[in-house]
């Protein structure tokens, strides 16, 4: 048996969200997109853009029924949804934030006028090494920083435009986690124009032998083809990143970098799925530390007790106010006093504005040995499927099937090979840190 030491859990704060009062509701408008990405989730089923009365009928419901702070747009490519402008209305119109997933290909400055005018909170842009996109002529893309001057060009339209929060994503894979700090170094360096970072870790349900599905008790021939989101034997390695080997990889880069509030997995209490963290930097790429669970725990608890809702995409701009949070906070502490070293090394640094960038890490569902499938516990990306609420991660089961599939392993050899992609970093390498 283990000798008994303290979860890396226990450092960080427990997000306090559950299904029924979540900061996030999710609504997918389109199933169209002008982009491919590996690992994209969703099938084009000719289904099309999402008629106008339907989304805001979906929105309506999970302000209501999710207690929503922030209402996600995906697809698809959402921006090119034809009632976009009108989607972001509705939402404003209700008193919510309202965040696009976009590739940011046919963003142009007109349609991001429109959209601030009607009430845009921020994009999410999802540019990575993954994709086969028109500005590259379909080649593939070599490395993430080759990607950097496209997600430049975007984040400053943002910034001609004014007001609207930008954020940036990219799939982890194997291939590419090496690349996690410097995305994040590209992110600090351009702090003006950055607001936070994602790391979304690609995963899938694996197709192999041994390994069955069902939707009830019906078995389902899963192909390759059959879902967006299998995974062959070829590809499980590349796509086996946990959320801890990204934090660890992060941490090595930037020794101030920490977590500060995670959500566990629905069937393994170890997993990591949702990890989030605050980088307090300048403009000078200089990272002084980061936020602590307690920063974290202040600002969703106070939020609720005042606007009756956890926070999502906060609007607030801290800059040095967040040193204040040092009171609270010795994390924050801390990263004050490597703040203050470093200005009265030389007193014009003082001068340098400072910024906290949002870094969040999702381990997204993983197939578990025993075949039971580990989802992010109070699952923030919750969608509506026929008055359902599912994960919208396999919203596409339930448009293929109906439901959400069920797995079961038959053999040793699938056991094994499953049990070969669980996360690479134990716990005592995380508690080092
Ligand atoms: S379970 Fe929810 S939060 Fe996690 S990856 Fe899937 S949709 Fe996103």
Redesign the pocket.
């Known amino acids: 048996m283990d000798s008994i030491t303290t979860p890396f859990q226990r450092q960080l704060y427990r997000l306090p969200w559950s299904t029924t009062d979540n900061p996030i509701g999710?609504v997918e408008i389109t199933d169209i997109c002008n982009i491919h990405c590996d690992g994209c989730y969703r099938l084009v089923l000719g289904e099309g853009h999402k008629p106008l009365q339907k989304v805001k009928d979906e929105i309506d419901f999970l302000i209501k029924w999710r207690n929503c702070d922030g209402i996600s747009l995906a697809g698809g490519e959402p921006i090119l949804h034809p009632h976009i402008a009108e989607i972001i209305q509705h939402i404003s119109g209700r008193g919510v934030k309202s965040l696009i997933l976009s590739n940011g290909y046919a963003l142009s400055e007109d349609l991001l006028r429109k959209l601030k005018k009607a009430g845009l909170t921020g994009i999410s842009f999802h540019i990575d090494s993954t994709q086969t996109r028109p500005e590259f002529k379909k080649q593939k893309i070599a490395k993430e920083s080759d990607m950097d001057a496209l997600r430049l060009e975007c984040a400053q339209r943002l910034k001609k435009v004014g007001g609207i929060y930008s954020h940036f994503g990219i799939t982890v894979n194997r291939d590419n986690l090496h690349e996690v700090p410097d995305f994040i170094q590209w992110g600090v360096d351009n702090m003006d124009v950055v607001n936070g970072i994602s790391l979304?870790t690609h995963?899938g349900l694996p197709v192999m032998d041994g390994v069955d599905y069902h939707a009830g008790g019906r078995k389902i021939d899963m192909k390759e083809d059959t879902l967006g989101y299998t995974i062959t034997p070829d590809k499980m390695n590349v796509a086996s990143v946990s959320s801890k080997e990204v934090y660890a990889v992060i941490k090595a880069r930037f020794p101030g970098y920490d977590a500060s509030a995670y959500?566990n997995g629905?069937m393994d209490h170890g997993s990591m799925?949702?990890l989030i963290g605050n980088l307090i930097t300048d403009n000078k790429g200089r990272v002084f530390g980061a936020y602590g669970s307690r920063t974290m725990e202040l600002a969703q608890t106070l939020h609720h007790l005042w606007f009756g809702k956890y926070l999502v995409y906060p609007k607030v701009k801290m800059g040095r106010r967040i040193f204040f949070m040092g009171l609270f906070d010795p994390k924050v502490r801390s990263a004050f006093k490597q703040y203050l070293g470093h200005c009265l090394g030389n007193p014009l640094r003082f001068l340098h504005p400072v910024k906290a960038i949002g870094i969040g890490v999702?381990?997204?569902?993983d197939v578990l040995p025993d075949g039971r499938i580990d989802?992010?516990d109070s699952?923030?990306?919750?969608?509506i499927h026929d008055g359902k609420l599912v994960?919208?991660?396999?919203l596409d089961e339930c448009r293929k099937f109906g439901m959400l599939l069920n797995a079961s392993v038959g053999s040793e050899q699938a056991r094994e090979a499953l049990e070969r992609q669980r996360p690479g970093v134990t716990e005592q390498a995380l508690e080092q840190h």
Request: net charge positive; proline share 9%; with cysteine.
């Open positions: 999710w979304i995963r959500l629905t799925k949702w999702i381990q997204a569902p989802m992010c699952c923030p990306d919750m969608c994960n919208s991660c396999r």
